[in-house]
């Protein structure tokens, strides 16, 4: 008799043992885990997207992220095609002035990029998720037609940017700003070499009829709204890659947080 208990408790035990285990492995994810989760793959987002961008050519050297010149220069590539401005040799140096300036604001966005980190992480911690479970499944959450049909793979990344993009930007454009006044190695600044580039401009302007003035831009502005977006690009693509493989980073709450996704 006290041979068969015994059995019996060892099987029972054993049945328990895997039973809890069944539970724990297939538990649902508490509130406070899924933001935790979601605020970790951003921060991981980030840490990746400055590192890379801060590197020379990080922007210059991706053309998904390269900063052109804003549109109210589209006249100075007008001018490019324009028969008396080539009869008189002024495209060739109209084009390398175009190209100064457009590699020097590159090198002011990849200058500060390593200053965006502290600015997002702070964004990022301050953030409050009302919504994480959404988000975590892919939905836009904030999209005007609120729209979850659909999975979308960067939805955590589209609601940082829609709830922080204006504090970012605060933030971020008098670092871009002061950059900008820098001579980053080219030998001019990228504020020098677009007030060159103007004056070179208008002085064709004044020998060819029929061109058309380029509008006031703001250069810092323009740069600092690029240079995020492509920090957001390369947010967004970290976040589909933890999405795509959680078990491939060194941290448990993305494991638990978006591997209980994959796993549904």
Not at 26 to 42: F, M, R, W
Not at 75 to 93: I, K, M, R
Not at 182 to 201: P, T, V
Not at 220 to 246: C, H, M, T, W
Request: aromatic share 10%; proline share 2%.
């Amino acid at each position: 008799m006290t041979r068969k208990f015994s059995i019996f408790s060892v099987v029972l035990a054993i049945v328990l043992i895997f039973n809890s285990c069944d539970l724990l492995e297939n538990q649902e994810l508490t509130e406070d885990e899924i933001v935790n989760g979601l605020k970790t793959a951003l921060e991981m987002g980030t840490d990746t997207a400055c590192s890379d961008l801060n590197q020379q050519d990080g922007y210059f050297g991706n053309k998904l992220v390269k900063i052109l010149l804003p549109p109210e220069a589209d006249v100075l590539y007008d001018a490019l095609e324009n028969s008396y401005v080539q009869a008189l040799g002024f495209d060739v140096l109209l084009e390398q002035k175009i190209d100064s300036v457009i590699l020097s604001i590159n090198r002011a966005a990849e200058d500060v990029a390593a200053e965006a980190k502290p600015i997002f992480v702070n964004a990022i911690t301050s953030m409050t998720i009302t919504d994480g479970i959404n988000i975590l499944n892919g939905a836009n959450t904030f999209a005007s037609s609120k729209d979850t049909s659909s999975f979308d793979s960067l939805a955590a990344t589209h609601f940082m940017e829609y709830m922080t993009r204006d504090n970012l930007f605060s933030l971020y454009e008098p670092k871009i700003n002061a950059a900008l006044s820098k001579d980053l190695g080219l030998g001019f600044s990228a504020n020098e070499a677009w007030n060159a580039l103007l004056l070179f401009y208008n002085y064709i302007c004044t020998l060819v009829g029929a061109l058309n003035p380029v509008e006031e831009v703001n250069l810092s502005e323009f740069s600092a709204n690029k240079g995020l977006d492509g920090l957001f690009y390369f947010v967004g693509n970290q976040e589909k890659d933890i999405r795509e493989n959680p078990y491939a980073w060194a941290s448990d709450i993305i494991e638990k947080v978006f591997g209980y996704v994959y796993q549904e």
